[in-house]
């Protein structure tokens, strides 16, 4: 498992695994599809979603590193669509 993802659960003990994505990003109405990418963190070959974010240790209220100026915004805002 990638150094990412260490912090997180591995559900079974084979593939796929399933990571539990904290509310924060869950909520938010830039998450893709794949849940481990975002607008602010569109390229999950590089990484996506740093793990401070994903995890929910950091909240995305404020501006993060290679962001993008993109900050969590409620999915409710425009009918929860997710790209």
């Known amino acids: ?11 079974g003990d084979s593939s796929p695994v399933l990571f539990i994505v904290n509310d924060q990003c869950w909520r938010c109405k830039h998450l893709h599809k794949h849940f481990a990418a975002c607008d602010a963190f569109p390229d999950f ?13 950091v909240l995305h209220d ?10 969590f915004e409620s999915k409710k805002q425009d009918g929860g669509i997710m790209k």
């Open 62 to 71: 404020k501006p993060y590193p290679g962001d993008h100026g993109i900050l």
């Open 45 to 57: 070959m590089e990484g996506g979603i740093p793990n401070d974010l994903f995890s929910g240790k």
């Open 1 to 11: 498992m990638s150094k990412k993802y260490e912090g997180f659960m591995r559900i």
